[in-house]
């Protein structure tokens, strides 16, 4: 055989052996890394993080406003007509004891069962999320963060998410050595004072940018700057239409009226609380160890005091109120406010009435019990429920 033959078959053999492993290898699926690993256990094949997922249920951003009809009963909070200073401080004394349940953000990691989840809140704050691959002492970050801290109105504060609990941590309250995956800088976008301020949000945004770049890390906004106006514009709208006050009233029959004697003995003895603003209130503790006042108790006419060092004080009415943004299982509450007035009026031979000082009726508690249902309802589909941590904060 000539080396020239030769050397044709060996090329030839070399070539074919060539291309069968270049066939063999496209028929191979390239090999892919588990979607949910992670250094610091981050989903990175998310497109949309946990954070910024759109609020779910009928309570949209893009929702149109309901507008229900009010019943005579319940009233807006701003528009009562109560006591000047009534104070709904209660004194120290547990009557009933329930947990409250608070707002707690959905991610990708399962929280301890013994710590709590407290960071932010995205149905009521705008969140800028500074993230990153490497962890953050506590010190770096909040160094950072009070070397570009703006004054706010709103509330606000600098969050971490902990690498070792998996939790949303305050870090003003955390431990100096504790480590953290991401950064979330948050401002409330509304409460009882009214939505944020454009000016406000713009100063938040430039210290969210400021903050991100001096730690080198890339950021994300809970959504578009405008959208965030128009969304605390919309929380506020939301808030005024369910910061309703569920009222009925005593009065009495007898034209002398009502001793403070009675009235103190009474009500010690239907379990309502004496407080610290002088007048009564049903309250319990919450899951925190502090005391929610559920409904309370304040004389008729201005300015709502029931004092006890003077015994003889006559008056000719009593008022129930309650709150219902701010109180967990409303209706519950509103039957036990109803039920614990019609008992006072009995025992001190009274007329149960409404605000316009009509007889209170079986059909008309129904109707308002149907009316805080919707409410009820309403703030359940919006994610901020009745009674919960985030409620107590916008209203």
Known sequence: MELRTALFIIGMVVIVFIAFISFHRSQQKPYKLPRNIHKYGRSSGDEVDPLFEPRKGPESSARPVLKEKKEPVIQDAD?????????????????????????????????????????????????ALIRGADPITRDQALGVYRQHEYTMEKRNGIFG?????????????????????????????????????????????????????????????????????????????????????????????????????????????????????????????????????????????????LPKHDVDLHTSGLTFFMRLSTVSKPVDVYKDMIETATTMAKRLNCILVDQETRPVTES??????????????????????????LAKRLF
Request: net charge negative; proline share 5%; aromatic share 6%.
């Open 79 to 127: 528009d009562i007509k109560r006591p000047e200073t009534v104070n709904i401080t209660p004194a120290p004394l547990v009557i009933d004891e329930q947990n409250d349940e608070a707002g707690i953000m959905e991610l990708d990691l399962q929280p301890s069962e013994k710590a709590i989840d407290n960071g932010p809140q995205k149905e009521i704050e705008y969140v």
């Open 364 to 389: 008309m508690t129904m109707s308002q019990t149907k009316s805080i249902m919707k409410m009820t309802s309403r703030m359940e589909s919006r994610s901020i429920p009745a009674g919960s941590d």
């Open 161 to 305: 998410f902990n690498i070792h609990n998996g939790l949303w941590r305050n870090l003003e309250h955390e431990d100096q050595t504790s480590e953290y995956r991401d950064i979330c800088l948050t401002i409330q976008l509304a409460d009882y004072n009214g939505p944020v301020s454009e000016s406000e949000l713009h100063r938040f945004s430039q210290m969210s940018l400021e903050v991100a770049e001096e730690l080198a890390r890339p950021i994300i906004f809970s959504m578009d700057f405008d959208e965030a106006l128009a969304e605390a514009v919309d929380l506020d709208r939301f808030r005024k239409e369910l910061d309703v006050i569920p009222v009925v009233s005593i009065v009495a029959r007898s034209e002398h009226g009502l001793t403070m004697t009675a009235i103190h003995r009474e009500s010690e003895k239907l379990g309502l609380a004496y407080g610290e603003d002088h007048i009564y209130h049903r309250i319990r503790k919450n899951a925190d160890n502090q005391t929610d006042v559920l409904f309370s108790m304040a004389n008729m006419f201005k300015p709502g005091d």
